[in-house]
């Protein structure tokens, strides 16, 4: 996918971000939550600030929050004005939006004070997920040396968050 890194197509792409965010009544951190990216990537794309690398997948789940097509922060960026998604269309997308990020527990919990303070249990609350993606690498015939390597880097993570959290008890796996 080729676009723009010029300033201003960013610039242009991120008052577009925000005007589209603040038509909906939303502020960023409740636009942030309603979508599925962190605040901080809300803020970015609506300063205009131009990737270094790739595509940052954040862009396509915030232009799929819009209500946008595919592809309409791309023709922004190269200059060409996208009519507004309708009302119409957004209650549509939002009725059929399919989940933009995994809908692990983790991924529902505001910040990272809140991580830290209810460490153990946002573990807890996680872990069966790691264990049933294990569970699903094996039922895919993946290499059963790569499953018990990353069962052994859980349990190492483990191991070492507890250490570093002072808990007496290992969360249960």
Do not use: N
């Not at 929050?65 to 957004?90: F, H, K, N, V, Y």
């Amino acid at each position: 996918m080729t676009w723009s890194r010029a300033p201003e197509a960013w610039i242009r792409l991120g008052e577009r971000i925000r005007t589209e965010r603040e038509r909906l009544g939303l502020s960023q951190e409740d636009f942030a939550e309603r979508v599925g990216v962190s605040p901080s990537s809300v803020l970015s794309a609506e300063q205009g600030r131009v990737p270094q690398r790739r595509w940052p997948y954040t862009l396509s789940t915030i232009e799929k929050g819009i209500g946008w097509a595919p592809g309409t922060m791309q023709a922004i960026l190269a200059g060409e004005e996208p009519a507004p998604p309708s009302q119409q269309e957004l209650g549509t997308a939002e009725q059929k939006r399919e989940p933009t990020r995994p809908e692990a527990p983790i991924f529902r919990f505001r910040t990272m004070g809140w991580i830290r303070e209810h460490g153990q249990e946002a573990l807890e609350e996680v872990l069966p997920d790691v264990e049933k993606f294990g569970f699903l690498c094996t039922a895919l015939d993946a290499p059963p040396s790569l499953v018990e390597a990353y069962e052994r880097a859980v349990q190492e993570l483990l191991d070492g968050v507890r250490e570093a959290q002072g808990w007496p008890e290992e969360p249960p796996m």
